[in-house]
């Protein structure tokens, strides 16, 4: 009789959790239809080429960490030259690459080695060299004993010359107009605002030519298009709705702008955790909220930057369980905002929500199926109060994958062929058979590797992108 009570006692809680989950995510979803809309209004009283011309654009320093990238440097550098923009600079830094990743910037570039004085404000391992070319002027190139990305964008915040950073993954792929694009917020409200980013979109089974896309398509692959309704949900639903609040926690690490100023005061870039990019920015709240200065994180629901994924289990679920890490780092590491009204809306909705859904949502979505199963077999949970489970769990997660994709229709249409939109909308039924789970085993077991102190990356092969 106890065990009968205590499991339906369970499964009543469980089922109020995913019914709060639900209403949390069904409100970030009519947030972000309004910040979409409000968006579009925005973006016809301020095209691209008006914020190219305005005199207040703020000049950038792209950062880019470059380690063992022989096949592809040299692109990825053509393609941020040929960004569309007024004053930036493109810092490369050369993490002490065992293959000829420099060599071959040398030789592409006409590198000539050069002296730069700057201040080396955040520490980081030794600078071997500094490299201009002649051919272009705001070209950098920074050779460094290896550290870790972290340390290389600390090496190249040092050494850079704007007040605004940009930080980028090697293998980011920028639309021509990302920059204009991302700093409109800075533009608008400069003293108010820290770090702004943008929508990344998934480049497997797309076509480009001199970073420009040419064919924008879904994948053959099912896990591929998983990925893309994965980043539809966290972009179009999830930061969309939490950046109107001005309590957005995430800035990509492929792609975001920031002040340089306030990185460099609260220590750039942590080196010993798995998640630099959303640790910089909780660190950020955490620090100038405290000190009651503004801190504003804004996120551009503008296709911005392109990524590859990952097109196997093996290596998805190293990326997902170290994601998991990074979140738990985080939101460990700056506890003491959870809930504190002191810190707004990051204490009272961004933390509880980063913490109660993103961080405990797999292992609660276990415990569930395995509470409610064996409850059945007890006798003493009945079937009704399963598929109840099912439908708040597992069917509303299909509703929100739905939503995300007319989101996207009604916002870009990207994806404009029939066949497309047929196979991402299948593709949100399957993947809630099996996939879905699975990613969840993922994700409990990041947060038991993190409380055992596992801060290794992992090997993340990469095709690249054509």
């Known amino acids: ?149 972290a340390d290389s ?26 920059l204009l694009r991302v700093v409109h917020p800075f533009m608008e409200a400069y003293t108010q605002m820290v770090a702004t980013g943008g929508l990344i979109r998934v480049a497997n089974g797309c076509d480009f030519n001199a970073g420009e896309a040419l064919a924008v398509r879904t994948s053959g692959k099912w896990l591929v298009n998983f990925q893309i309704l994965e980043y539809f949900r966290a972009f179009l639903t999830g930061r969309m709705g939490l950046s109107m609040f001005n309590c957005l926690l995430v800035v990509s690490g492929a792609f975001g702008l920031f002040k340089k100023e306030p990185v460099i005061e609260v220590g750039g870039y942590r080196k010993d955790v798995v998640g630099e990019d959303m640790e910089l920015v909780v660190r950020l709240h955490h620090r100038l909220r405290k000190s009651k200065r ?16 990952p097109e196997n289990l093996k290596i998805l679920s190293r990326q997902r369980n170290r994601w998991q890490r990074g979140l738990a780092e985080s939101l460990s590491l700056h506890w003491q905002m959870l809930g504190n009204p002191r810190y707004g809306s990051v204490g009272l909705i961004a933390m509880p929500y980063f913490f109660g859904i993103e961080l405990l949502s797999p292992l609660v979505e276990l415990f569930g199926y395995a509470t409610f199963i064996f409850g059945i077999f007890q006798g003493a949970i009945e079937w009704k109060a399963f598929f ?65 102190g596992r801060k290794a990356w992992g090997v993340m092969e990469r095709q690249g992108i054509h």
């Open 1 to 149: 009789m106890k065990l009968a009570l205590c499991l339906q006692f369970l499964s009543l809680a469980i089922l109020a959790y995913f019914l709060l989950v639900s209403l949390c995510y069904v409100f970030l979803f009519i947030l972000s239809f309004i910040g979409l809309l409000q968006h579009q209004l925005r973006s016809q009283f301020a095209t691209a080429n008006e914020i190219m011309k305005a005199k207040i654009t703020p000049p950038v320093s792209i950062l880019a960490p470059a380690f063992n990238e022989e096949k592809s440097v040299a692109a990825s550098v053509h393609s941020l030259l040929n960004l569309t923009y007024g004053l930036f600079e493109v810092v490369v830094i050369n993490d002490g690459s065992k293959d000829r990743t420099l060599e071959i910037l040398i030789e592409e570039f006409k590198l000539q080695k050069t002296r730069r004085n700057y201040n080396p404000q955040i520490p980081t391992q030794p600078i071997r060299g500094i490299y201009r070319s002649p051919i272009f002027k705001n070209l950098l190139v920074v050779d460094k004993e290896n550290g870790g990305k």
């Open 153 to 178: 964008l600390n090496a190249g915040i040092n050494i850079s010359a704007y007040p605004l950073i940009c930080s980028i993954d090697s293998d980011s792929l920028l639309e021509r107009q990302a």
């Open 294 to 309: 503004p801190c504003g994180v804004a996120f551009i629901p503008d296709p911005v930057c392109w990524t590859e994924v």
């Open 388 to 452: 109840a489970f099912l439908l708040l769990a597992v069917g509303f997660g299909l509703i929100l994958s739905l939503l995300a994709l007319l989101l996207e229709e009604l916002a870009f249409r990207r994806y404009p062929g029939i066949r497309d939109l047929l196979r991402l909308m299948l593709a949100a039924v399957l993947e809630n058979l099996g996939y879905r789970q699975f990613m969840a085993i993922v994700r409990a077991q990041g947060l038991w590797d993190w409380m055992r």
